[in-house]
Antibody, heavy 119, light 108 residues
């Protein structure tokens, strides 16, 4: 069974940093492209970042470019999101997600981890 | 940037009735559109991709249609477990995929 388990969320002050992790199991992690998608409280979904299976290709939404860094460790079956210079508008549940059959849409999601940016 | 607009924001439907949800793209996305269902406290669940292909395990009462800029998700006979928020997502402009703001289907 595919499992994605996010961790690392919490309360952080504006300007602070946080590192999210996503532990993957039940599939060959190194074969799949991965994404981070976030959802602000009571709001819709926003794609944040993409990383190819090898880690060689990375994309970011404009809203986080230059502040967030996605990475992966295929030996540890783990995906990461380093978040720096956090803003109040980064407050959201962060999901890791991937498409089992396609790069473009997501049929596997974690349960999410909440990041709250507030003083 | 492609903007996805869903309507209505909230749809009140009685169990057993049909629900029709709309999603409009600000420019053509061909058939590169997916639909998701999200229940409170849960992650989204993929329902439809390619505008009209049901994902694995999705009941036949869910159907998608449309192409270009206008799309529809139809739930033919609402069951109690179908009351949720539904999102469309374009992936024509990958990697800059974009979601709509959601339609909440509530019990009438």
């Amino acid at each position: 069974e595919v499992q994605l388990v996010e961790s690392g969320g919490g309360l952080v002050q504006p300007g602070g940093s946080l590192r999210l992790s996503c532990a993957a199991s039940g599939f060959t992690f190194s074969s799949y492209e991965m994404n981070w998608v976030r959802q602000a409280p009571g709001k819709g979904l926003e794609w944040v970042s993409y990383i190819s299976s090898s880690g060689s290709t990375i994309y970011y939404a404009d809203s986080v470019k230059g502040r967030f860094t996605i990475s992966r460790d295929n030996a540890k079956n783990s995906l990461y999101l380093q978040m720096n210079s956090l803003r109040a508008e980064d407050t959201a549940v962060y999901y890791c997600a991937f498409g089992g059959w396609s790069t473009y849409y997501f049929d596997y999601w974690g349960q999410g981890t909440l990041v709250t940016v507030s003083s | 940037e492609i903007v996805m607009t869903q309507s209505p924001a909230t749809l009140s439907v009685s169990p057993g009735e049909r629900a029709t949800l709309s999603c409009r793209a600000s420019q053509s996305v061909s058939s590169n559109l997916a639909w998701y269902q999200q229940k409170p406290g849960q992650a989204p669940r993929l329902l439809i991709y390619g505008a009209s292909t049901r994902a694995t395990g999705i009941p036949a009462r869910f159907s998608g249609s449309g192409s270009g800029t206008e799309f529809t998700l139809t739930i033919s006979s609402l069951q109690s477990e179908d009351f949720a928020v539904y999102y469309c997502q374009q992936y024509n402009n990958w990697p800059l995929v974009a979601f709509g703001q959601g339609t909440k289907v509530e019990i009438k």
